[in-house]
């Protein structure tokens, strides 16, 4: 079993940026495909970036047309994360953040990933 820890959200004015951090202990991070989704209060949760492993798609990546060119997700093995570099964030991007993984390919849909973190707050005000 995997267990998944987000940080890094608070309270930052538009234009500005954010890194988020989602740490896993149990397993090995870099067997799991692993995607940021976000869920804003009324609304449902969605994705926002996804990371696959080496052995898929040589760890490729996608992105949420609403975070294009604005949002990087990336990989550090050794620490066993996954970070999230947001920039230019709009009020929009309002939302708890949550990390999750799954075995197997990278893909966008929620339900298809089987351990999630307990997420992590981003607040931009505008």
């Known amino acids: 079993q995997v267990q998944l820890a987000e940080s890094g959200g608070g309270l930052v004015q538009a234009g500005g940026s954010l890194r988020l951090s989602c740490v896993a202990s149990?397993?090995?991070?870099?067997?799991?495909?692993v995607g940021w989704f976000r869920q804003a209060p009324g609304k449902e949760r969605e994705v926002v970036a996804g990371?696959?492993?080496?052995?898929?798609?040589?760890?490729?990546?996608f992105y949420a047309d609403s975070v294009k060119g604005r949002f990087t997700i990336s990989r550090d093995n050794a620490k066993n994360t996954v970070y999230l570099q947001m920039n230019s964030l709009k009020p929009e991007d309002t939302a708890i953040y949550y990390c999750?993984?799954?075995?197997?390919?990278?893909?966008?849909?929620?339900?298809?990933?089987?351990?999630w973190g307990q997420g992590t707050q981003v607040t931009v005000s505008s």
């Open positions: 999750a993984v799954r075995a197997g390919r990278l893909v966008d849909a929620v339900s298809s990933y089987d351990y």
């Open positions: 149990g397993r090995t991070l870099s067997s799991y495909a």
């Open positions: 990371i696959a492993t080496l052995s898929w798609s040589g760890g490729g990546r």
